[in-house]
């Protein structure tokens, strides 16, 4: 079928108590893994491409690469543009055929952050294009940060509130403990937090840097509003570790399909099985 929308996909989620997981596509392989475990799963996904995704595939390979494999399928699946920092990035996606796409200002101030937000909210709701925005500093697990410095950069609810009021916009990213990458020891989320933050804001929540956060902490998260859940981090470690233990076992193995195709088939059984943990099996 078509591409749909991130915000299609998520209120539906929001009415049945579900996620929708959201993964990240940086090659061929990782697409067709993503396509054929939605598949598989009878569920929706969302493909999401990074501004590093889109330079290293290109613009026009990402958008036809996702096209084609929403169109070879019978289950929903939209193309989301990842943490888009610059405003005309986010318009060269649009213009490309993107059906969502992040607009993330967390590094501006939050005044900043609105104003640009808006901007974004301007040309895309006229075109039914949906709209992440980013309150509060997520960051990666690599910062060197103490745990009070981590704390400062969560999201603060009545901030929260404010942002959505501002902007009108349908679907909020917010840092309660997650960190983009692998952790180094066993994450712990705020969910005071995050119950507090779904009091004040009706709308979709988003959990980035969901790679490496215990199970039980994924399913307490959606219980309390998260309703779509980024994976980037599990499926590189898939990938890579499937390519080398090819090639550890085939060293003299010269044909990349034979080194690809394993890995890409760790890729479907990673996103199978977030599929359903986050609940999102059958929902197509
Ligand atoms: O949010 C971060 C994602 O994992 C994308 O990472 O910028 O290296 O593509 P990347
Ligand atoms: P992980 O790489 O930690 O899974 O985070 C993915 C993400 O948040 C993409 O926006
Ligand atoms: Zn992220």
Redesign the pocket.
Known sequence: MALVTVDELLWKAEKEGYAVGAF?A?NMEIVQAIMEAAEQENSPVIMQA????IKYAGLEFITAMVKLAAQSVDVPIALHL??GTDFNQVVRCIRSGFTSVMYDGSALSLEENIAVTKKVLDIARPIDVSVEAEIGKIGGTEDDVSVSEKEAMYTDPEEAKYFVESTGVKSLAIAIGTA??QYKGEPKLDFERLAKIKSLIKIPIVL??SSGVPDEAIKKAISLGVRKV?I??NIREAFVWAMRRELEANPSEIDPRKILGPARQAAVDIIRSKIRLFGSSGKA
């Open positions: 990240n940086n990074s501004q590093g995704a990842d943490h983009h990458g980035h840097g980024n980037d981090t």
